[in-house]
């Protein structure tokens, strides 16, 4: 079995430390099965996710007024080709 920084290099590990890919694969599995996959932290991402898109929509209405304006501007200004 070759070590991964074998395959990447040093950048990626620094150590010569061996385990199979099976047993990181499953210890990185059990980790996010154990601090992810919870309804409240779910609940709590997505009324994060709403609120950011809330706070969020005034200034993209602000900035589509100010392109639909800037495209009007250029409209009227240019010379037909």
Known sequence: ?????????????TNNMELP???????????IEQDLLWPEVWTVAVQKAIERLRTAAPDLKERRHAL??????????????
Do not use: F
Not at 1 to 13: D, F, K, S, V
């Open 68 to 81: 639909h304006a800037r495209i009007q501007d250029l409209w009227t200004t240019s010379s037909p080709v």
């Open 21 to 31: 890919m099976v047993r990181v694969d499953q210890a990185i599995l059990a980790t």
């Open 1 to 13: 079995m070759e070590p991964i920084n074998q395959l990447r290099g040093r950048q990626a590990c």
